[in-house]
């Protein structure tokens, strides 16, 4: 079956650093979505990306999906200690289930004030 | 606008003991409904999907079981707990019926806390 892979699994970082994860799927998906889950909270819809090598930004916050729909980044620049979460990818694999989201395991982000 | 309640917030059931989380869903109709659990300090395993009354799709085989009495309440339940089926349980939903929708993406609800000791 399908598989959304996350790395790293862990990221500890200076506050003002950068920070970037990344997900890779075993099959071609119809499209991304990361969500950020605080700690002690439920996972929150952040974005979707559709199209092949399409770019993304909300703020200091960057997501790129690649060429061939099969890997994903989110890109922090200067992360602030409210950046601090799990961070998970989710895709459906293209010409699968419509209804099946397959989550990577997240990356957990934390920040040092 | 559209709210997920589920409930209760937590909970701590001895092994052996039945189990029943809803989640209810207002002010959207015949979404998809879903059940996922994360175990401490890992991802999100779905569990159950629904896409409409009566609909259940079933991702793991264990003990563990959803129903959809009505088209926004989503119930997920056991007859007999194990240590394993600790976690946090999340309900989620969609609006879109097609993976690229505009809407597909999931809204989750606060999640239950389950202890099984």
């Known amino acids: 079956g399908q598989q959304v892979m996350q790395i790293p699994q862990y990221q500890h970082v200076q506050e003002g650093e950068d920070f970037t994860t990344y997900c890779n799927s075993s099959?071609?998906?119809?499209?991304i979505q990361w969500y950020k889950q605080r700690p002690g909270g439920h996972p929150v819809f952040l974005i979707q990306l559709v199209k092949s090598g399409e770019v993304k930004k909300q703020k200091r916050l960057t997501f790129q999906f690649g060429e061939a729909k099969k890997n994903s980044s989110l890109h922090i620049t200067a992360t602030q200690t409210t950046d601090v979460g799990t961070y998970f990818c989710?895709?459906?694999?293209?010409?699968?289930?419509?209804?099946?989201?397959?989550f990577g395991k997240g990356t957990l982000l934390t920040v040092n004030p | 606008s559209q709210t997920i309640h589920q409930w209760p917030a937590t909970l701590v059931q001895p092994v052996g003991s039945p189990l029943s989380l809803e989640c209810t869903v207002e002010g959207t109709s015949n979404p998809n409904l879903y059940w996922y659990r994360q175990a401490a300090g890992r991802g999100l395993q779905l569990l159950f999907y629904?896409?409409?009354?009566?609909?259940i799709s079933s991702e793991v085989p264990q003990n563990l079981s959803a129903s959809r009495p009505q088209d926004r309440q989503f119930i997920l339940s056991s007859k007999k707990l194990l240590l394993s089926d600790s976690g946090f349980y999340l309900c989620a939903w969609s609006g879109s019926k097609t993976s690229g929708g505009a809407s597909s993406f999931l809204y989750f609800g606060p999640g239950t806390r389950l202890t099984v000791t």
């Open positions: 629904s896409v409409g009354i009566g609909q």
């Open positions: 989710a895709g459906f694999s293209s010409g699968g289930s419509n209804y099946k989201l397959t």
């Open positions: 099959t071609t998906l119809s499209n």
